[in-house]
């Protein structure tokens, strides 16, 4: 079987090879090129097994599936007042977290990875290679791992101690190289075109986001919320974002089940950013989309490590325009408050996902909306440091 | 409405309380006292949700739940060769990992603290306690968190420091005792008498086991394994074993399954221990159970921290006769090349967790048997430290 066809969504034009639209990049926009969308059609919601493989017909690749049982994650209510009782069952609205941290290697990313390394395997690919300032790295390895392939990750010196630990205990080839993200996508580039290693990450400029293979992973992100739901609206998901990966995959993800009559609108999605590093909430800014599709920001420092990109990829400015969402910045101040005020009920979150759930406080919304912020990593990685940073 | 009666199941005495049967200690047995069985009859294995909370009246506790969405956690097959391929998908035989790191501590301790936190509101608690070497500790402190009770954790100055700052970031009051196990667990003990804080872990001596409402909650192990291998016989279940309220708890599980006739027959059960600290692997050696249930060995350092008692309880023995199992010791050098064998696989262990994969592939097995591993813990929390010890 061939891989499934890319196409630019932006354009339109036909598109190969994991570095976006290239007309669309002279265009001054990074825009991925994903595959069709899949057709569920028939299939029932209530029976999904859940993870990126639990629905093998919604994915580009024909398996066989490489999988560690990610997905399935647990979605939780949170106390919305300091009360000290439990809250009720899950009935009416509320903020709910999606907690990520429960994927195998601790993050989303695996859902990713999981999809990118069967599509590895179906290219014949020997090698894979990502670049990656943690979550994705040690994703990518504990998949190659578990596939048998060999796999190559570029860092920079800045990603934790915690994570080069996790990718290096999963036999991977850690390549840490001097400067930023730019050096280390370099670096990674250069492996690709030299060795034709399989690229498991972003890695051109502008970023067109991540292996469009990969991203549809992302996908099942809401088809598990859907199913968890079961026939009650969800009326806004808040995704931590930075190349807008996730975003985009579960923007598809319910654009698949709407087009297949499995649930009737698709919710409002709001990308959280933190405010030292934040092209989507600039851009909304804009009057037009052209303007919109262009911005660039400074991006500095933040303790949400994972987070923190210059431009908007054009996918997630399509997802926020598509359901009627917005952008959302918080400085890191409120990101760490937030962070203690989960774990003082017991969740232990990265800052980047605790990200989205203080921007999900500071929506206005009716008190029967539901509230869905993805809490993209587990805070076990840091455990015992000082800085409490993550790595993405 | 009153918690459940406990009652003896060696000599059929009821008890109160949380230190066991008062007459089979004097007679030097420590055996935990359990609620009734659950009567599962007329549920729907198939539509079973997963979790301690799944099916609410299997517990004997009337709620509200207290959850961070514990349970469902994957089970994932293993390669048996060094073939570097994916493995085929779920059918035929084979070595599976049940990997209980993906709970939302990232342990199985979750099912049980979930359970006790629920029985300590139900019975007007405003404060629990729990005496850990770690994982129970920081589960005990995420679900008090949850449930907005204080929590105390008594620990020693040998649990590793990720594991001593996860309870801190619960905010639990964290109690560093001198000396070992038992110096621990007789300042809880005082604790207990003194304060009537609820006790959500083993604190007495011969030790009795956990909290038997609390350890209701790892039935939903057997529950959710029986519901994923759906009408396919699994034919061995091993768990790393300490104080055996895992091991117990699985096989009451699978029993209820069974008396419903959800399920044909109970897996054999077998408990992995340390070498350097194996009460039943002793205890099996005996030629009667007189002499079994009186076992008393040494117990030395390991790099299964979360393991190593000196006597077996008597309801992991009771699992293992009823069940025809049996108890197996691996050196650490067996437990550390499997830890690594794991995450050369993409799966990322405790010490603890890698004793029972390290046992399962000891025993022989026909080719189309199934063979379930119960891995415990992550190793997440461990990254970064040269001694990859573990907590319990």
Same mark, same amino acid.
Request: charged share 20%; aromatic share 6%.
């Given at each position: 079987?061939?891989?499934?066809?890319?196409?630019?969504?932006?354009?339109?034009?036909?598109?190969?090879?994991?570095?976006?639209?290239?007309?669309?990049?002279?265009?001054?926009?990074?825009?991925?090129? $994903? $595959?069709?969308?899949?057709?569920?059609?028939?299939?029932?919601?209530?029976?999904?097994?859940?993870?990126?493989?639990?629905?093998?017909?919604?994915?580009?690749?024909?398996?066989?599936?490489?999988?560690?049982?990610?997905?399935?994650?647990?979605?939780?209510?949170?106390?919305?007042?300091?009360?000290?009782?439990?809250?009720?069952?899950?009935?009416?609205?509320?903020?709910?977290?999606?907690?990520?941290?429960?994927? /195998?290697?601790?993050?989303?990313?695996?859902?990713?990875?999981?999809?990118?390394?069967?599509?590895?395997?179906?290219?014949?690919?020997?090698?894979?290679?990502?670049?990656?300032?943690?979550?994705?790295?040690?994703?990518?390895?504990?998949?190659?791992?578990?596939?048998?392939?060999?796999?190559?990750?570029?860092?920079?010196?800045?990603?934790?101690?915690?994570?080069?630990?996790?990718?290096?205990?999963?036999?991977?080839?850690?390549?840490?190289?001097?400067?930023?993200?730019?050096?280390?996508?370099?670096?990674?580039?250069?492996?690709?075109?030299?060795?034709?290693?399989?690229?498991?990450?972003?890695?051109?400029? /502008?970023?067109?986001?991540?292996?469009?293979?990969?991203?549809?992973?992302?996908?099942?992100?809401?088809?598990?919320?859907?199913?968890?739901?079961?026939?009650?609206?969800?009326?806004?998901?808040?995704?931590?974002?930075?190349?807008?990966?996730?975003?985009?995959?579960?923007?598809?993800?319910?654009?698949?089940?709407?087009?297949?009559?499995?649930?009737?609108?698709?919710?409002?999605?709001?990308?959280?950013?933190?405010?030292?590093?934040?092209?989507?909430?600039?851009?909304?800014?804009?009057?037009?989309?052209?303007?919109?599709?262009?911005?660039?920001?400074?991006?500095?420092?933040?303790?949400?490590?994972?987070?923190?990109?210059?431009?908007?990829?054009?996918?997630?400015?399509?997802?926020?325009?598509?359901?009627?969402?917005?952008?959302?910045?918080?400085?890191?101040?409120?990101?760490?408050?937030?962070?203690?005020?989960?774990?003082?009920?017991?969740?232990?979150?990265?800052?980047?996902?605790?990200?989205?759930?203080?921007?999900?406080?500071?929506?206005?919304?009716?008190?029967?909306?539901?509230?869905?912020?993805?809490?993209?990593?587990?805070?076990?990685?840091?455990?015992?440091?000082?800085?409490?940073?993550?790595?993405?």
């Amino acid at each position: 079987m061939p891989p499934a066809p890319l196409r630019c969504p932006r354009c339109g034009r036909a598109a190969d090879g994991f570095t976006g639209c290239a007309s669309c990049a002279r265009d001054g926009v990074g825009v991925n090129t $994903p $595959p069709p969308l899949a057709d569920l059609s028939g299939l029932d919601l209530a029976a999904y097994p859940g993870g990126p493989w639990g629905w093998p017909t919604a994915l580009p690749v024909p398996g066989p599936p490489v999988t560690l049982g990610e997905g399935n994650t647990p979605v939780v209510r949170l106390r919305t007042t300091a009360a000290t009782v439990a809250p009720p069952p899950a009935q009416g609205g509320g903020l709910w977290l999606k907690y990520e941290g429960a994927n /195998p290697t601790g993050s989303h990313k695996d859902r990713a990875m999981s999809v990118g390394v069967a599509a590895a395997l179906a290219a014949g690919a020997d090698t894979v290679v990502a670049a990656s300032s943690g979550n994705a790295g040690a994703a990518a390895a504990a998949y190659a791992a578990r596939a048998g392939l060999r796999c190559v990750v570029f860092t920079t010196d800045a990603v934790p101690p915690q994570l080069q630990a996790q990718i290096d205990a999963f036999g991977a080839e850690r390549r840490v190289r001097g400067g930023g993200t730019a050096e280390r996508n370099a670096a990674m580039a250069e492996a690709v075109a030299l060795h034709g290693w399989y690229p498991l990450t972003s890695f051109s400029t /502008p970023s067109p986001g991540g292996n469009p293979y990969a991203n549809e992973g992302y996908k099942s992100v809401a088809h598990e919320l859907a199913r968890d739901f079961a026939g009650r609206r969800i009326d806004t998901v808040v995704v931590p974002t930075s190349r807008a990966d996730l975003l985009a995959g579960i923007a598809r993800g319910f654009r698949e089940l709407r087009e297949a009559g499995l649930i009737a609108e698709v919710p409002r999605l709001v990308a959280a950013e933190p405010a030292a590093a934040a092209p989507f909430t600039a851009a909304l800014r804009a009057s037009d989309r052209a303007e919109q599709e262009r911005t660039r920001v400074d991006s500095g420092p933040t303790v949400a490590f994972s987070l923190g990109e210059q431009r908007p990829c054009w996918q997630g400015l399509d997802a926020l325009w598509r359901t009627g969402g917005t952008a959302v910045a918080v400085d890191d101040e409120v990101t760490m408050a937030e962070c203690r005020w989960l774990a003082a009920e017991g969740l232990l979150l990265e800052p980047s996902s605790a990200v989205a759930v203080a921007v999900a406080r500071t929506l206005a919304t009716g008190p029967d909306a539901v509230v869905v912020a993805i809490g993209t990593a587990t805070g076990m990685k840091a455990l015992g440091t000082a800085s409490g940073r993550d790595g993405g």
